[in-house]
Each structure stands twice: as structure tokens, then as C-alpha cells.
């Protein structure tokens, strides 16, 4: 069951810090960053699933992208910020919060800074990945995020 690769996106990307790493959300899918704040948790949600928070009167569920990503969870800091974002799920539009270790900046990358995830064979899933960009010498690491939420993934909702 493969399917083809995505195109890697040129544009805006907002970028985000994540146990020491740099990964970027195309900037188009995000409604808005908010500061951490109290997130009710749900029963018997997956690990992933933090809970709901209100954002504006509507119940918004927010996802840890750290273990989402098979990284250790960490406590919240004073740069804990939560990414509401607009993603396609089994055709329609819905809306998520990411928990991320901090928002960096707003920022273009263009097909010169762009290139597909590296093939490291078989046992290593970059399915969530669109491809790796350059910030001087190092890496930003473009997430897929319809692809990491959509009907049937791991993280669907």
C-alpha cells in the first residue's frame, strides 16, 4: 500500500521548537497560537490526545506533537505555546490544537532551501514528513500535517 509523495510546498511556514529541534507547519493552516493554558483531559484518550480547551466558545482538542512525533513528553515552560490549526480529516475541514515546546517565526522557504525526507530504508516512517528545509546549517523539518491527522493514520480524530 504506497502511495506517492506529496510535492514539498514552497511559501510561508511558521516554525516551531521541539526537544531541540527545529520542525515548520505550512503557515496557511494556522488560525492562531495561544499561550499554554489549562487543558481539560478526556477519559481513556490515546496518549497523543492532551484534551479540550476553549478557544472562542468552541471545544478544540489538543495534541501532544511530541509524542506524536515518538519523542519523551515534557512539562510545559513559559514558551509552551499550542498551535490551533485547520486540517482536512475525512474530507471535511476540522480544527486542532499541537502542544509544541516553543513558536519560533514566520518564515519562506523556497525550492533552493527544499528537499525530500532522506531514504533510510524500511524501518524508519517519514510518511509525516513533506521534507527538510536549511536555516544556514541546519535543518527544519516540514511536517505533513493533513497527512499526520487524516482518516486512518495514527492520529486521526
Partial sequence: ????????????????????????????????????????????????????????????????LRACLGMASSGCTEHTRILVLEVASQGQPRVLGLMVDRVFEVRALDSATLEAPPDLGRNWRSEHLLGIGRQGDDFVLLLDIDRMFAAGSSFSF
Fill in 1 to 64: 500500500m504506497s502511495s506517492a509523495a506529496p510535492a514539498i510546498p514552497e511559501g510561508q511556514f511558521v516554525t516551531l521548537g521541539l526537544d531541540g529541534e527545529v520542525f515548520a507547519v505550512p503557515v496557511n493552516l494556522v488560525r492562531e497560537i495561544l499561550d499554554s493554558r489549562r487543558i481539560t483531559r478526556l477519559p481513556e484518550a490515546p496518549m497523543h490526545v492532551l484534551g479540550l480547551i476553549d478557544v472562542r466558545g468552541r471545544s478544540v482538542p489538543v495534541m501532544d
